[in-house]
């Protein structure tokens, strides 16, 4: 999960206080609705709901043709009208024009061998025996970025080379683990290469100044390794640079769950330290705004290129050159105009980032605290300790929807965790900037800095082990209730509704979405839901009853792992009562997904125990005789056997055993790994190894068995 945010774009200047050139207000709101309609058309295009988008903005435009005819309609109304289906409609057109013209061929692609060149715009460290190549190319003509995963054998690249590969192009596939293609389209990528043949290879001798920066970063980084621990020097890269690769699943995890995650998402939020730093030198010097535009554009732009950079640093960017331009253009700062203006511009020439996460975050963030939490917050007379609070409320608001929505999870306590520990991790990421100002000659800072960085982690930890930390969304009525209470809220901040209105209606949609969650939960405890996930030689059961958890890994497969953590984030699953593990074999898969989760029990079915208090997922491993594990909980057994495992609920059976296992009776029959099939005279039979299908079954206490699929 990646949460926006929360920090302010910098406040106007004193000389940004002009008045708007006349005539700016004939639409006060124009840009406005535009934007507003362009996202919503560019997300239904997205998510294959182009059409309805399309249609929608024809009869707006009907509708506003219509009131020409009627002088009694205020224009105000009308020129709204016309701007949300001017960007409905030009939306549609564009995502069907990038359609046709750039993604579907590239698609087409999908399993040709071809002959690319490409320039090497980055690489990561290597993975095995591979290292992943970023390359800059342009099969069939289209420009567009191409993951090459080159093996051991490839000579080493720097970035700027220019490689010629006879290579085997293959779209992006995604499976119930991994959303990886609809995460790729996001970035604008939809084909990567497995298979290539190096036919040249062309060195950058000369200047370039993506690898100099890049060099730069790798010295940088290597500084900050010298001065300080391997955890504290983690955090630190995490959010400087946005390199996440030396931070821990745990210490990621609990800045998520506690709201501060976004600090080690290189945004916006970095971009206004920088500038923050910059511009108080350059006032000390004197200087005029033509000069702090020139300054912090150029400083914004060198650290975009040499961080990982993101659609939200994008969006920075864009909101930080309208914010020092505006004195120079008479204009006042307007951050819900910054804000739309930004996300035109991030849209327009890549509509594919409409489908990020990072974006909808980082947009969300910004409009809570730039746009909420000052109208939310206007003329309360409060001490500023308790309306900064407020602030920190209003943006957790704002970002709750995207994030619940698009990570699964959201966090509870982030207002008190953006008030508490977020200062002493924005403490550490001013020393590192000041560390990137001055290439490393304040590196004797960076003892500090690890302080701050093991204090915040040791706080996040604390926190987010409350139970209280954060909700997740499990069901699909709450999701449907989420999305049509936050279209409610942001319609009466459109009509400028009172913020007691909009606080009412806040606090109202919140009893909505807890008593919805409740009824579900409550449902859910008079049924049994058995998921089935894996495929081929990889399966596994997570069973769930009357508030009781069960992980059956049927297989032992290395896989596995990934997708039950898949479900139980899907699920908001942290509870675990039993663990059985066919073999100790994936046991160390299991301690990495299940981070985060208590474990009540752990069994081994076989194998030897390694030592006698051989511990999995911080519990003693129970080593099981001949294979045989019984677990008994208030309405249901579970009995594993070496050959079949069998799971008893208000009468009724669910046997799950090998596709070449000895036919049985039950009320259910699930089917795994490979090998000739068996087949039941049973209708409800399931049978991983040859759909590769993720399936939820749905037993009822009066009998009832249905089934629906994961995706």
Not at 232 to 238: E, Q, Y
Not at 492 to 520: D, H, M, N, Q
Not at 574 to 590: F, H, Q
Not at 657 to 683: C, K, M, S, T
Request: hydrophobic share 45%; aromatic share 8%; with cysteine.
């Amino acid at each position: 999960m990646k949460p926006a945010e929360t920090v302010s774009e910098p406040r106007a200047n004193p000389g940004a206080s002009r008045k708007r050139r006349a005539g700016s207000r004939v639409c006060a709101r124009g840009v406005e609705c535009f934007t507003f309609a362009w996202g919503a058309g560019l997300l239904s295009a997205f998510l294959q709901y182009g059409s309805a988008a399309a249609a929608a903005g024809l009869c707006l435009l009907l509708l506003g043709l219509l009131s020409l005819l009627r002088k009694e309609f205020p224009p105000k109304y009308r020129i709204g009208i016309f701007c949300i289906a001017a960007g409905l409609l030009l939306s549609a057109a564009v995502w069907l024009s990038y359609d046709m013209l750039h993604r579907r061929p590239l698609l087409g692609l999908d399993g040709q061998t071809v002959t690319l060149s490409g320039t090497v715009r980055g690489s990561t460290a290597r993975t095995g025996d591979r290292v992943r190549y970023t390359l800059g190319a342009a099969p069939d003509g289209r420009r567009t970025q191409i993951e090459w995963y080159a093996g051991s054998d490839v000579p080493p690249l720097k970035i700027g080379d220019r490689v010629t590969l006879h290579a085997e192009l293959t779209r992006y596939t995604s499976d119930y683990r991994y959303h990886t293609a609809e995460t790729a389209e996001a970035r604008g990528q939809y084909l990567c290469c497995y298979r290539a043949e190096i036919v040249e290879i062309d060195e950058d001798t000369g200047f370039s100044l993506r690898r100099t920066l890049h060099d730069y970063r790798s010295r940088l980084t290597d500084v900050i390794r010298q001065h300080m621990s391997g955890e504290a020097a983690g955090l630190l890269l995490a959010m400087l640079f946005g390199d996440k690769a030396a931070l821990s699943d745990t210490a990621r995890l609990a800045l998520y769950r506690t709201g501060i995650g976004h600090v080690t998402a290189v945004s916006g939020l970095h971009l206004v330290f920088l500038c923050t730093l910059l511009t108080l030198l350059l006032r000390r010097l004197h200087a005029g705004p033509r000069t702090q535009l020139l300054v912090n554009g150029a400083a914004v732009l060198l650290f975009s290129l040499t961080v990982d950079s993101a659609v939200s640093v994008q969006r920075g960017t864009v909101m930080i050159l309208l914010y020092y331009s505006a004195p120079l253009l008479g204009r006042r700062t307007d951050t819900l105009r910054s804000l739309c203006i930004a996300v035109l511009l991030c849209t327009v020439f890549t509509p594919y980032v409409i489908g990020s996460a990072s974006f909808w975050l980082s947009v969300s963030g910004v409009f809570g605290i730039g746009v909420a939490a000052p109208y939310m917050t206007k003329g309360l007379r409060v001490p500023n300790l308790l309306r900064r609070f407020l602030q920190m409320c209003c943006v957790a608001a704002a970002v709750f929807p995207a994030s619940l929505l698009l990570t699964g999870e959201s966090s509870l306590i982030a207002p008190f965790s953006n008030l508490l520990i977020l200062p002493l991790g924005v403490c550490a990421v001013y020393l590192g900037l000041l560390l990137f100002c001055t290439g490393g000659l304040t590196a004797f800072l960076l003892p500090l800095a690890g302080l701050l960085c093991t204090a915040m982690m040791h706080l996040a930890e604390l926190a987010a082990s409350l139970s209280v930390s954060h909700v997740g969304a499990a069901t699909l009525a709450v999701r449907t209730a989420l999305v049509i209470l936050t279209l409610t809220v942001l319609l009466l901040f459109a009509l400028r509704a009172s913020p007691r209105t909009i606080a009412a209606t806040v606090i109202g949609a919140a009893i909505v979405l807890f008593g919805l969650g409740r009824y579900e939960r409550q449902l859910n405890m008079h049924r049994m839901h058995i998921a089935v996930l894996g495929e081929k030689t990889d399966t596994a059961l997570v069973i769930r009853a009357d508030g009781h958890t069960l992980i059956a890994d049927l297989t032992g497969g290395s896989r596995t792992p990934a997708y039950v953590q898949r479900f139980l984030r899907d699920n908001a699953l942290t509870d675990i009562d039993a663990l059985v593990l066919s073999s100790a074999a994936n046991a160390a898969g299991y301690q990495s997904v299940l981070t985060g989760c208590e474990v009540g029990r752990v069994f081994v079915k076989t194998g030897e125990p390694w030592r006698a208090d051989a511990e999995i997922c911080g519990v003693r491993a129970e080593f099981a005789e001949r294979g045989m594990v019984s677990a008994d909980f208030p309405d249901f057994s579970f009995d594993s056997m070496p050959l079949n495992t069998t799971v008893m609920y208000h009468g009724r059976t669910v046997i799950a055993l090998p596709a070449d296992g000895h036919p049985v009776f039950a009320d259910l029959i699930i089917r795994y790994g490979e090998g000739d099939l068996i087949q039941d005279n049973l209708g409800l039979q399931i049978v991983p190894a040859l759909q590769g299908s993720n399936q939820l079954w749905t037993l009822t206490e009066d009998g009832q068995i249905r089934r629906i699929m994961l995706e």
